[in-house]
């Protein structure tokens, strides 16, 4: 949103606060080292935390997951969210030949076993603003996958903490998550970056200051508009 109303006039005038996301995630999800010795027992899980709607782009993902296991056989695709897209999206994956890799979760008040359960975050949306489940995700460790949307490239560092992909390139999500699973070392490497950046950057309290920092500029600035229109009275 400010890169669409920025202009010369309103540009100084900006500032952008990003929303608060629930830290205690990062406490109550193992990290990657503990994902990273079970992996070696069980398959590669692909996650997505979001409503079933459609600018979420839950299809791409789908066409997208259909062609990673035909290269990666022992993987999943976790789904979690609800909304009026599930009965598209279960015949889509049925259509694909994919549905007993692909589990539909539900809506979920606590998301946090199924973060757990995640290797890589995926999210393919057509249109964000600033995605709480992506910032929910790294906070957990978790590298990204994510469309060249809203406010994720600002939180999604390219080739640093997880890949951006242009939105509706099914092809392109493929490749990008192709690539994560086959060098996972890099991979697990990136979602320890973007946790420690997330925490650093992101970090709940972050927000307090941010206000508290806007309303003091803010304040400042009209006391000094009032200073200068006494002496300009004077004059």
């Known amino acids: 949103m400010r890169r669409e109303w920025e202009t010369p006039g309103l540009k100084e005038k900006m ?3 990003p929303a608060p996301f629930d830290v205690e995630l990062s406490r109550s999800i193992p990290g990657s080292e503990l994902r990273e010795a079970a992996s070696g027992t069980r398959e590669w899980v692909i996650g997505i935390v979001a409503r079933l709607t459609e600018e979420k782009r839950h ?3 789908l066409e997208a997951f259909a062609e990673v296991a ?4 022992h993987c999943k695709l976790l789904i979690v969210g609800d909304g009026d897209k599930r009965g598209q999206l279960e015949a889509l994956a049925k259509q694909k030949g994919i549905e007993r890799k692909v589990e539909f979760a539900g809506f979920q008040e606590n998301v946090s076993p199924y973060l757990s359960r995640m290797d890589l975050f995926v999210l393919p949306s057509r249109t964000e603003g600033t995605p709480l489940t992506i910032f929910e995700a ?3 460790g978790l590298p990204v996958v994510a469309t060249n949307v809203g406010g994720v490239p600002d939180i999604v560092q390219q080739s640093e903490t997880g890949l951006i992909v242009e939105p509706g390139r099914p092809s392109e999500l493929a490749r990008a998550i192709k690539q994560m699973l086959s060098e996972p070392a890099k991979m697990r490497a990136m979602g320890r970056k973007g946790k420690e950046r997330v925490l650093r950057d992101f970090h709940p309290d972050n927000f307090i ?13 009209r006391g000094a508009r009032r200073l200068d229109s006494r002496e300009a009275g004077r004059r």
């Open 59 to 61: 299809c791409d993902l």
């Open 138 to 140: 790294m906070a957990c």
């Open 209 to 221: 200051r941010k206000h508290e920092a806007l309303y003091e500029r803010s304040l400042g600035n």
């Open 15 to 17: 500032s952008v606060i």
């Open 70 to 73: 035909r290269t990666f056989d």
